[in-house]
């Protein structure tokens, strides 16, 4: 897989392309984490637990910055989407399979990182709706990756993944979005079609 480095219209676009023939049925998490080399090691360094999520939420309330990375989320906490004048929100490594729409209650948010997550095409569809974002990571998760049942059509049809699916309309004020290890094909529609 090469990595493109693409600069539209003064965005900064990195996006790794991969061709779904090599993912098999078999490719799991483990896989994006093997072959991003960079990602070093990925043995959890933050601690966790109900205590130190609530004191990260405290000074979240003070600061607009909150980083849950590596608390092994499966959901984000509904408290984090009460915090209006959050600018910053890490949940990074973790085990999101969706971007909770309340989400769009941060209207301040200006960089969401939500790295190394279990993201699939369809779950983005909130920061649509995020118009003060300037920067979204969203490296290593199944962006480009058709859903089950549309992989096994896709194999029947001998098809690629439907990449319009794989990101909604992003904020017109974007100006970083950071896509690699996502398992695209090609590039999706949607950052061809930006105006920026």
Do not use: Y
């Amino acid at each position: 897989a090469c990595l493109e480095i693409l600069l539209v219209s003064s965005t900064l676009l990195v996006l790794q392309v991969w061709s779904l023939q090599t993912l098999t049925p078999g490719t799991s998490k483990s896989f994006l984490h093997n072959t991003h080399g960079i990602m070093g090691n990925t043995q959890p360094k933050n601690k966790t637990g109900r205590k130190v999520v609530e004191q990260k939420l405290d000074n979240a309330k003070k600061t607009g910055i909150l980083s849950l990375s590596e608390h092994g989320l499966e959901r984000c906490p509904d408290q984090v989407f009460e915090i209006s004048k959050m600018t910053t929100l890490d949940l990074s490594k973790n085990n999101l399979a969706i971007l909770n729409p309340k989400i769009t209650n941060l209207m301040l948010l200006k960089s969401l990182n939500v790295d190394d997550n279990q993201l699939t095409p369809g779950t983005m569809t909130p920061i649509t709706k995020l118009s003060k974002l300037k920067r979204l990571s969203a490296n290593n998760n199944l962006l480009g990756r058709p859903q089950q049942q549309q992989q096994q059509q896709q194999q029947q049809n001998h098809s690629s993944t439907n990449v319009s699916e794989a990101l909604p309309v992003l904020p017109k004020g974007l100006k970083i979005l950071l896509l690699s290890n996502n398992f695209f094909s090609s590039i999706p529609p949607t950052i061809l079609d930006k105006s920026m």
